[in-house]
């Protein structure tokens, strides 16, 4: 008698995003794993948040009803560029909204701004429109990540508690990269 062939699917690879790797390594810890997710998979509300060219401080704050504070969980700052782990919490309920992972260019903006961005006061889509800089953010992947034990305590949810993201390069109106982020959203919701 022949074997059938096997109808389960096996598992899909871990997805590694380098800037996730860095950030992960600035604390000592290894990054949780990712798994890619095309957009039209991703459930509704997350793909309000994700599948989208603005920024997504002023995204949260509209789905929020309320700003977005910085909250720098870890920062390297290397010639050049800054690299941040980052929660972005809202600013009077300081609900954790989004755990972000980002490496600003700082050659492209100017002098001022370059200052507040390695300050790491302010979120950087809020300093950018602080400053007038016109800027798009393009995503190019979404993931699903069940949330290890450092990413549940900065979101505030259990462990293993399915999250959903996106990798995304921020560029100024003339085109020239000013960031790359990942940014992993809160399972919670407002209200």
């Known amino acids: 008698m022949t074997a059938l062939p096997s109808l389960r699917r096996p598992a899909p690879a871990p997805l590694r995003l380098e800037l996730v790797e860095r950030c992960c390594a600035d604390l000592g810890r290894a990054a949780p794993a990712l798994e890619a997710v095309p957009e039209g998979a991703l459930p509704p ?44 919490r809202t600013e009077r309920t300081r609900i954790a909204a989004e755990v972000g992972f980002i490496a600003v260019d700082l050659a492209p903006l100017p002098p001022a701004l370059q200052e507040e961005v390695v300050a790491g006061t302010l979120p950087f889509g809020a300093l950018l429109a602080l400053h007038g800089v016109a800027f798009r953010s393009t995503p190019d992947l979404f993931f699903a990540v069940a949330a290890d034990a450092p990413l549940a305590a900065l979101l505030g949810v259990p462990e293993g508690a399915r999250l ?28």
């Open 45 to 88: 509300a997350a793909r309000r948040l994700l599948a989208q060219t603005g920024g997504m401080t002023a995204t949260l704050t509209r789905h929020w009803g309320e700003p977005m504070a910085l909250e720098v969980v870890a920062s390297a700052v290397e010639p050049g560029t800054v690299r941040r782990q980052v929660v972005l």
């Open 164 to 191: 959903y993201g996106r990798h995304t390069v921020l560029t100024d109106s003339a085109g020239e990269r000013l960031a790359e982020a990942v940014e992993v959203l809160t399972a919670r919701e407002p209200g």
